[in-house]
């Protein structure tokens, strides 16, 4: 769909369709069947096409009247809307207090114009909402051939239907025929002008002049307009189109996007490889430049870890033990074992006198301040001839040395 709307228009004329720019007039002869537009087009779907249903709801909610307009179409024949496009679609007329008068439109079958050409259109709209209404009128109309019948409530279409290429006097039945139903239903009140767009015909005249009784004015069809109202109507067989070839597109860009990752990955594997092979020649030279002063600073750090419990306030065992103690509650919990090993080990054993008093200082021990250096494991406690047995296992986080 395009934001702006379309210049261009695809129209049911006196004998056929043609191109009409809605700017400047038509450009192109009917007979010009390999004409398309410079850009996206609207398509005025023919009336006779079109299914209209004009009805009074008896709320201003949306979804209130989709449901009633829904029920109202099912019940004429034509179903729900069965695929990915829009064919229904309502307007309001009037409101009237609590009343809403609205006119659906639905396009019950597909369109053959479109089989060769639907990628053109951005927009699909009733050809006969190109047009602005006499008011309160009675308009007839030609396209292709057939008679249309449009009915007007003030300005705005309220009722289109066709009526064929029959005789005047079965036209003038059919007209006589609508109005008393749309009379009846509260649609329409009396309308005293039948405006005909096409040139004058005196045997049309005679038969609505004596069949209707009402005013009868022949004048030439305006020229249509860009559509005043936004329609959504989207037939599903273009619908249907658009998204497989959508589908395709999305295929198509997913596999050249999945090549095109796979031969940067490819690529950026080879330039890794050959930066880590660079890499490594260098770290070889260096290992081989600085060996003898590294075997030097390693033996260095070797004395170092070696002596530091004994240098280190905070490695010394009476430290830890110290930092240990103080955790320790009043009663309800002792030491029954503290134990250092090969300098980076740290095992202390305890007994509670309940679940609860282990857990406390299982808890305490991994967050005291003063043992952060060591990293500890503390299975759950375990109960033990009536008591609760304790076990943490501290490693100290820094040595690089363990023996």
Do not use: C
Request: proline share 6%; charged share 20%.
């Amino acid at each position: 769909m395009t934001r702006a709307r379309p210049d261009w228009a695809y129209l049911s004329g006196d004998t056929g369709r043609h191109w009409y720019h809605l700017t400047n007039g038509q450009k192109k002869p009917n007979e010009d069947k390999s004409f398309r537009p410079p850009s996206k087009a609207l398509f005025a779907i023919p009336t006779q096409d079109v299914v209209s249903i004009p009805q009074w709801v008896s709320s201003k909610d949306s979804a209130i009247i989709n449901e009633v307009v829904a029920l109202e179409t099912e019940r004429i024949g034509i179903g729900p809307n069965e695929g990915p496009g829009r064919a229904s679609e309502w307007k309001t007329v009037e409101l009237n207090g609590s009343r809403t008068l609205v006119q659906s439109v639905s396009i019950p079958w597909s369109l053959s114009e479109l089989e060769s050409m639907d990628d053109v259109f951005a927009k699909f709209v009733p050809q006969y909402a190109l047009y602005t209404p006499p008011a309160d009128a009675i308009i007839l109309w030609t396209e292709e051939g057939n008679w249309i019948a449009g009915y007007s409530r003030g300005e705005r279409w309220v009722h289109v239907h066709a009526l064929g290429n029959g005789s005047v006097g079965a036209i003038t039945s059919e007209v006589q025929l609508t109005l008393l139903e749309l009379s009846a239903k509260g649609i329409l009140d009396s309308l005293e002008e039948i405006v005909v767009w096409d040139e004058f015909d005196v045997n049309l005249y005679q038969a609505l002049d004596e069949g209707t009784g009402r005013k009868i004015t022949f004048v030439p069809r305006p020229a249509p307009v860009g559509p005043t109202e936004d329609w959504n109507l989207l037939p599903h067989s273009v619908s249907e189109s658009r998204e497989s070839e959508a589908k395709k597109k999305r295929s198509t860009l997913v596999a050249s996007i999945g090549i095109l990752a796979l031969a940067i990955i490819v690529g950026a594997a080879f330039l890794h490889l050959w930066v880590l092979e660079q890499s490594n020649d260098q770290l070889r030279s260096q290992i081989r430049n600085n060996r003898l002063a590294a075997d030097a600073i390693q033996l260095s750090i070797d004395k170092w870890y070696a002596l530091a419990p004994a240098v280190d306030p905070k490695r010394s065992p009476i430290d830890i033990f110290h930092q240990v103690s103080i955790l320790l509650p009043e009663k309800g919990f002792r030491l029954t074992s503290f134990e250092v090993q090969n300098s980076n080990t740290v095992i202390v054993r305890g007994e509670g006198a309940t679940m609860a008093n282990a857990l406390k200082i299982k808890g305490a021990i991994e967050e005291a301040p003063g043992l952060t250096d060591y990293l500890w494991e503390i299975p759950p406690p375990t109960s033990k001839g009536g008591l609760v047995e304790l076990i943490a296992t501290g490693t100290y986080q820094f040595s690089g040395n363990e023996e």
